[in-house]
């Protein structure tokens, strides 16, 4: 049990020790555009990008498919994203999935923004429960 609280304790310190920028921070026109994420190269036909608008909406495609559409803001320190997607967007994790075209779900999610450079950013995505780290490349 000691040692899980030693470990506990330096995780929590090692995110201080991050270089932090907060989505607030940063202008909105930071982030206008397409990203890459967790790739380095935008040519990739593969990849997942998101596209944040100007407007406030967005779109996250992969394979030129749209699999997520949206809002976003920024809103307490976070990257807010309120997102509508299909199942059957993600038929490349199974082909099963494709029978639930036309079902639609909204979900809510954050993006809580670290290391932020002139072209790139990280963040830990928050939706729900589920907490992933990604890195984000801006393309031309």
Not at 3 to 20: E, Q
Not at 82 to 107: I, P, T
């Amino acid at each position: 049990m000691r040692g899980f609280k030693y470990v506990t304790i330096l995780v929590v310190l090692g995110l201080f020790l991050v270089p932090m920028a907060s989505a607030a921070d940063l202008p909105a026109d930071y982030f206008h555009g397409r990203w890459v994420i967790n790739e380095k190269s935008c040519s990739s036909t593969t990849a997942e990008f998101f596209k944040f608008n100007k407007n406030g909406t967005f779109e996250e495609t992969r394979n030129g498919v749209a699999e997520v559409v949206g809002f976003w803001e920024v809103k307490e320190d976070n990257l807010r994203l309120n997102m509508v997607s299909s199942v059957a967007s993600f038929q490349d994790l199974h082909k099963d999935l494709a029978r639930f075209e036309g079902v639609y779900n909204h979900s809510e999610g954050q993006m809580l923004i670290f290391n932020a450079k002139k072209k790139s950013f990280e963040a830990y995505g928050v939706i729900g429960n589920e907490i992933k780290r990604a890195t984000a490349v801006k393309c031309p």
